[in-house]
T-cell receptor
């Protein structure tokens, strides 16, 4: 079974629209971390946010916001008033450090296309 | 602060040849990771080091892949002999330690095996 599921393979919206990228995760650990990364065409993975399992507060950073709900094992990412520069592949990832190694398990990514 | 450095950026080799990738993590980061990202997929962890020791290499194809971090700083990932399916981006990443800290990635080394 996939540990991190990003069901949306590709999303295309027009600039200035709001868009939400879904992420559902699976873990048996009580302590875990969730991440979002952005991967532009250049290939580098750019860190966006890290959230630990004990902090369910939603977070807002400029046009970006994240909604963490343990009850549904989801960690969704919303971009408000999207811009062309937001076009990229976005990855959700899970870290489970309880076993001594905390390497990330990534979802398959959502390709976001913002059309001008 | 300098980020994670990787080289070479691009490499094309023939199948059955060997290749090596180098990574220099962020200064002070004890944990170093190598990931493989095949086109259209999410990155997959190959190996994780804590200082110069391996903490997870469960997904490393050990018959052809090897990695080392002898002095606990720089690391080298080697593939020998390469197969067509090894064509991918090899991403190096680092973090302060292995307790869920933020993991920072380099730009990657793009490998094409022909």
């Amino acid at each position: 079974a996939q540990k991190v599921t990003q069901a949306q393979t590709e999303i295309s919206v027009v600039e200035k629209e709001d868009v939400t990228l879904d992420c559902v995760y699976e873990t048996r650990d009580t302590t875990y971390y969730l991440f979002w990364y952005k991967q532009p065409p250049s290939g580098e993975l750019v860190f966006l946010i890290r959230r630990n399992s004990f902090d369910e507060q939603n977070e807002i950073s400029g046009r970006y916001s994240w909604n963490f709900q343990k009850s549904t094992s989801s960690f969704n990412f919303t971009i408000t008033a999207s811009q062309v520069v937001d076009s990229a592949v976005y990855f959700c990832a899970l870290s489970e450090p309880g076993r001594g190694a905390d390497g990330l398990t990534f979802g398959k990514g959502t390709h976001l296309i913002i059309q001008p | 602060e300098a980020g994670v450095a990787q080289s070479p950026r691009y490499k094309i080799i023939e199948k059955r040849q060997s290749v090596a990738f180098w990574c220099n993590p962020i200064s002070g980061h004890a944990t170093l990771y190598w990931y493989q990202q095949i086109l259209g997929q999410g990155p997959k962890l190959l190996i994780q080091f804590q200082n110069n020791g391996v903490v997870d290499d469960s997904q490393l194809p050990k018959d052809r892949f090897s990695a080392e971090r002898l002095k606990g700083v720089d690391s080298t990932l080697k593939i020998q002999p390469a197969k067509l399916e090894d064509s991918a981006v090899y991403l190096c990443a680092s973090s302060l330690d292995r307790t869920g800290n933020t993991i920072y990635f380099g730009e990657g080394s793009w490998l094409t095996v022909v």
